[in-house]
T-cell receptor, first 115, second 113 residues
Framework: GNSVTQMEGPVTLSEEAFLTINCTYTATGYPSLFWYVQYPGEGLQLLLKATKADDKGSNKGFEATYRKETTSFHLEKGSVQVSDSAVYFCALSAYSGGGADGLTFGKGTHLIIQP | DAGVTQSPTHLIKTRGQQVTLRCSPKSGHDTVSWYQQALGQGPQFIFQYYEEEERQRGNFPDRFSGHQFPNYSSELNVNALLLGDSALYLC????????????FGPGTRLTVT
């Protein structure tokens, strides 16, 4: 079956530090890959996506590249801010005969940015 | 442009009871998916509805059922509640042509005592 593995948290960084959150996946076929963010007390928000190999998704300074050869989709940001503190989820959507399947999520990585 | 809305925000039920949660999709969306998010975990896919029919289903027992109405809104029903059903229930909407790109509501927090 499909699965997503992401690094355990919490991850604590100082403001302006470089961020990497690792994500690897297992899926049949060629899934679409996503990063979602959940701020305290709020619902999930789509941060970025990539739908085919070598695509780079980007948004709000965050980037992730779909690497088929390593089945990875690591999230990066060059300089984090306190406002980036949140829980980040890596997710995939595979395809079956009925269309895109429901999203499969990782367990989430809690990111804490200290001023 | 209204996003995905869910009701109620919070709910407390007793073991063995039944519960109904409601979701209105983002304007223009025709597909609704439901997820269960236990504390400290990632969301788990329950099922997806399109054209008033269940289109995909995750690994959840038959106690979990749903419905989609002609206006695309949806309900999630859970029968014979267990303590383990306590979770945040998330609704997500999308277009069937882009059903991989889902927009989430704020969720309903269900507590079973």
């Amino acid at each position: 079956g499909n699965s997503v593995t992401q690094m355990e948290g919490p991850v604590t960084l100082s403001e302006e530090a470089f961020l990497t959150i690792n994500c690897t996946y297992t899926a049949t076929g060629y899934p679409s890959l996503f990063w979602y963010v959940q701020y305290p007390g709020e619902g999930l928000q789509l941060l970025l996506k990539a739908t085919k190999a070598d695509d780079k998704g980007s948004n709000k300074g965050f980037e992730a590249t779909y690497r088929k050869e390593t089945t990875s989709f690591h999230l990066e940001k060059g300089s984090v801010q306190v406002s980036d503190s949140a829980v980040y989820f890596c997710a995939l959507s595979a395809y079956s005969g009925g269309g895109a399947d429901g999203l499969t999520f990782g367990k989430g990585t809690h990111l804490i940015i200290q001023p | 442009d209204a996003g995905v809305t869910q009701s109620p925000t919070h709910l407390i039920k007793t073991r063995g009871q039944q519960v109904t949660l409601r979701c209105s999709p983002k304007s223009g969306h025709d597909t609704v998916s439901w997820y269960q998010q236990a504390l400290g975990q990632g969301p788990q896919f329950i099922f997806q509805y399109y054209e008033e029919e269940e289109r995909q289903r995750g690994n959840f027992p038959d106690r979990f059922s749903g419905h989609q109405f002609p206006n695309y809104s949806s309900e999630l029903n859970v029968n014979a509640l267990l303590l383990g059903d306590s979770a945040l229930y998330l609704c997500a909407s999308s277009l069937v042509s882009r059903s991989y790109e889902q927009y989430f509501g704020p969720g309903t927090r269900l507590t079973v005592t």
